[in-house]
């Protein structure tokens, strides 16, 4: 029931001429201003409103969205106002008015476009969109579909307006998650599906409207009737890991740079795509040549860092001696010896797991173990192939593979290898099943290529079942906090690559550090050297380091080290490699 009625004033300015939509949170008024001129006026219950639709000051950010619209695209801002009415707080925007019918009802009536006209749509739409997107703070529409192309009477397609800002964001505003009850997920990026959105994010969809008008069907599109949000998200970033299929059908003045330009406006990569609604424009006529897409190139990740290292490799590492030697049979004796190796049908694995307490070595020993081969080395932080922002993981785990081979031997050091390969009955799984079982086909063979996969974790339980087994990360060492032994090499090796003064008791020292883990004791090294260079002694003493023992603690209390060993039997109990693991 529309709280106005035709003939009512609305805030004793606005007659209304017909009351056209209710919504959620609002309702849509075609109505007369004083001046008898037809005006569209969009009325909001500040009592229905979602916290995400106000900004951090309590104004509607949609009205804020509305005041800045000033193009031909975009139908112009009049007034807004405050009212009560029922007992209710109430605020409304007034817009111009466009009489005629979506591009939606459009197509659903006349049938399709020609490309030409298409090409015209798409003109018009990326000329509002350059609007919004460079405002001062830039506004991104978030829903922009063919049912938000409204078209004039006359019909004419450069003059479309895009309308409906309801989801529309500041920049620097997160949008919430979509609701895809009442949003087409088809239009939507990828990121724009985690409740993440930028610029590009509009790019995309112009890209999927593209595809839509030509193709007549929304990209990567399937049947999600019966599917939860959830599942939509999951099976929609798994068929956009596969390249957009483009039908091969001859239409009239569809040429390659169109192609071209749908494929580059929809990668999954926000950084692949146009950056601006004039720049696809500008491909659109022809201005740019947009190469083809189809082999995009792999992805690039954060975090990753690449280097062929020159150092000491093994020498470095204190301790350890057991998970030393057996590498050396494992892996580098095989390696150095490949006529007989092969003769013997040996590889190297594709896989091993170093598990354990956080500082412990195991990214460091990864590091000396690939000087000491003078293997490539290759570290991918999984969080962030994981995350759920922008890229489904399958592509990405297939670039990082090849990024691998290509500069093999390497050594692929997957930290936190628990974010991609997480037991798959876990319901917080951020990584899709495509992208798991990517990951498990990647290691099935890697290591015939001389790629050697090194995860790290410290919740091997969490890890899928499937990657642990025979071939995959097969060999498993508990990588433990370092005993005495271990600790007096730690204080021994790195001091004496400074400058120190005699009389250091490295046994002592030891005995001081009990339940330090490695990285505490490189810290209490570090501290001793700061200490030394402030108070310009020059050397480090012994007086110094056990200073800096005293002001710092260990990083990890005697529970959690017992909790790492719970852990650490547990995993054993179900882990059919007892007898390969490292030393204890
Ligand atoms: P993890 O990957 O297990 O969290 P790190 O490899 O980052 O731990 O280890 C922390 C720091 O401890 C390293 O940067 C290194 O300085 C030191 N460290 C660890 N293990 C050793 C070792 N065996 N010998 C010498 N230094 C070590």
Redesign the pocket.
Known sequence: MFLFQKGQLIDNRYTVVFPHKEGTYAETYRVRDANGKQRFLKLLYYSKLQYSQLDKDGNIIELEIAKQLNHPNVCKYVDSGKLIANGQQLAYFVTEFVSGETLDKRIGRDGSLSVYEIKQVANALLSALQHLHTQSTPIIHNEVSIQNIMLDLSGTLENLKLIDFGHSRFLNQEPARPNLKQLNPFYMAPERLNGVSCVQSDIFSVGAILYQLIFDDLPWFFDASGMNDQKIIERLQTERDVPLRMPNIDIFELDEQMINVINKATQNNVQDRFQTAQEMKDAINGKIIVESMRQSSPAKLQGEKKTVKQGNGFA?????AELKEQLQSDVIDLLQNPEQAKELGLSIPNGIL?Y?????????????FAEETGFNYLYVKCSDVASPYIDGGKGKIAAIFNDARQNAPTILFL?EVDAVIRDRSHHDNPITAGAVNEFLMQLNNCGKDNVLVIG?T?KPSEIDEAALRAGRLEFKYY?PQ?DKE?RK??FQ??VSKRNYDFGINYDQLADMTENY???D??LVIDTAARLAFRRKTGKITMALLEEAIRNTKPSLTLEQIKRYEAIRDKFLGVSEKRERIGFT
Do not use: L
């Open positions: 470095d590492v204190a301790g350890m170093f354990g307490p956080p500082g412990c070595g195991k990214t460091f020993f990864a590091e000396k930290d790290a410290n990588i370092p271990t090499q730690m090796i790195s883990v490695s990285a004791i490189t």
